[in-house]
């Protein structure tokens, strides 16, 4: 049995193993002004009060079942048209439309333009969809429309907000984040599995992935997964049931 002692030394921890002796890289303090480390680019599509649609990249998203959770800035037009309709759709650009999404940034559809974003340089744009260069299209359980150009798009509904950083007082109000609750997934056939009807191959489907501000794409996988061997219909809900109801 090898036996591993750690030791902390100067700029490396020394971890010796019996018969041979290897140095791994040490943790330095340091205090990032940002920490997005990578998630997923979401172009969200919303409704003005005029009707008209909004469109805007976002990256603070995740998903638990048919579930999302998206981190806004209170005064983006986004949010605003979230908290009056209940509705958005999240539409999952692939890598190959970083160009369609990169036209989107430093614009918004909040008119004016609120003071901390203009100091950062975004300006009002009333058109996102014709920024962007993208096609909306109308969806089908709610009322803004889907980007015919994403290969992934979830229809949703409002099911509660969170505010983030309510313990103070200076950053409170700042950051709504929604549950949303996914009504409909669409798909281009090319990111469906072959052989199934409802799963998405992970091998076709190559989301956009911002990382510290900057756009990238996923690479191959890496190492077999341990999770994978999980069938995904073990993780089926009552959200789905209840999203067939919806016509
Ligand atoms: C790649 C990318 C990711 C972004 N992620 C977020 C985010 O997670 N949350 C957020 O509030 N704003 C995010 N932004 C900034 C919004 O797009 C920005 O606030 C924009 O003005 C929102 O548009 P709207 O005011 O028309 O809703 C992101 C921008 C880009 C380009």
Redesign the pocket.
């Known amino acids: 049995m090898p036996c591993l002692i750690a030791a902390s030394v100067d700029s490396a921890v020394e971890m010796t193993l019996v018969g041979m002796s290897t140095t791994l890289p040490a943790h330095t303090s340091i205090e990032p002004g940002i920490l997005?480390f990578g998630?997923p680019?979401v172009l969200?599509s919303?409704l003005n009060e005029d009707g008209t649609p909004?469109?805007?990249?976002?990256?603070?998203?995740f998903w638990l079942g048919w579930r999302a959770m998206?981190?806004?800035?209170a005064?983006?037009?986004?949010?605003?048209?979230m908290l009056r309709t209940g509705q958005c759709v999240l539409n999952l650009p692939s890598d190959d439309l970083a160009p369609a999404?990169?036209r989107?940034?430093?614009?918004?559809?909040?008119d004016p333009v609120p003071p901390r974003?203009v100091e950062r340089g975004?300006r009002f744009?009333g058109d996102?969809f014709g920024r962007a260069g993208l096609t909306p299209v109308a969806s089908e359980t709610v009322d803004p429309p889907r980007v015919a150009e994403c290969p992934v798009v979830m229809e949703t509904v409002v099911e509660g907000t969170h505010p983030l950083a309510d313990d103070d007082p200076a950053q409170r109000g700042g950051?709504v984040v929604f549950e949303v609750r996914v009504q409909r997934v669409h798909v281009h056939e090319q990111v469906r599995m072959a052989g199934t009807s409802d799963r998405i191959d992970p091998d076709a489907w190559r989301p956009l992935i911002?990382s510290f501000?900057k756009?990238y794409g996923l690479g191959p996988q890496v190492h077999p997964s341990t999770l994978a061997q999980i069938p995904e219909r073990l993780y089926r809900g009552p959200d789905i049931e209840r999203a067939r109801q919806v016509s």
């Open positions: 997005y998630t680019v969200i919303t909004n469109l805007a990249p976002m990256s603070s998203a998206l981190g806004l800035g005064r983006s037009k986004t949010a605003q048209n999404v990169d989107l940034a430093l614009t918004t559809g909040a974003k975004y744009v996102k950051i911002m501000q756009l």
